[in-house]
T-cell receptor, first 111, second 114 residues
């Protein structure tokens, strides 16, 4: 079983739609969790950290469920510019900043 | 304040050759981590350098080696290149002691092995 798993998609949604991605992780000792956005042939860029209480940043909401070992990302009112690959990343809990990434979920927002 | 910078941006090498990639960390950061991202995959951890020593290593062969200099910059060396080494190589810097902070990546070096 992979340490971090994501549905690769693609998720095809129209502008204005709400879309949600899930990501499961296997290491129960994981300490911190993140969502990154990656545009084609570019480096991953931090979208948001994921906190136990859940957190929101504009149209984006992230949730953490430690009991079921998954994190989620909700995007409301999708924009064309949201088209990208969304990577979830988990800190392996070693005390070092070693991130384990999923394979990414591709989102395509169409007019 | 410059973030993480990597060079070169692109590189084409032939199978069997050796390559060196470079990374300058963000000002104030003392730790450098290297990741390999193959097409269609998420980044995979190669190793991490702190105080000029390799502190942690992922599941990569000894052909992958690195170095950290006193100014915290780092190099990634890959010997005996294989076609499968073609990937985007990402560098991230951080400050040791902030173990739960996110990583911010440089622009990456795209290596093509022919």
């Amino acid at each position: 079983r992979k340490e971090v798993e994501q549905d690769p998609g693609p998720f095809n949604v129209p502008e204005g739609a709400t879309v949600a991605f899930n990501c499961t992780y296997s290491n129960s000792a994981s300490q911190s969790f993140f969502w990154y956005r990656q545009d084609c042939r570019k480096e991953p860029k931090l979208l948001m950290s994921v906190y136990s209480s859940g957190n929101e940043d504009g149209r984006f909401t992230a949730q953490l469920n430690r009991a079921s070992q998954y994190i989620s990302l909700l995007i409301r009112d999708s924009k064309l510019s949201d088209s990208a690959t969304y990577l979830c990343a988990v800190n392996g809990g070693t005390g070092f900043q070693k991130l384990v990434f999923g394979t990414g979920t591709r989102l395509l927002v169409s007019p | 304040d410059a973030g993480v910078t990597q060079s070169p941006t692109h590189l084409i090498k032939t199978r069997g050759q050796q390559v060196t990639l470079r990374c300058s960390p963000k000002s104030g950061h003392d730790t450098v981590s290297w990741y390999q991202q193959a097409l269609g995959q998420g980044p995979q951890f190669i190793f991490q350098y702190y105080e000029e020593e390799e502190r942690q290593r992922g599941n990569f062969p000894d052909r992958f080696s690195g170095h950290q200099f006193p100014n915290y910059s780092s190099e990634l060396n890959v010997n005996a290149l294989l076609l499968g080494d073609s990937a985007l190589y990402l560098c991230a810097s951080s400050t040791t002691g902030q173990g739960n902070s996110p990583l911010h990546f440089g622009n990456g070096t795209r290596l093509t092995v022919t």
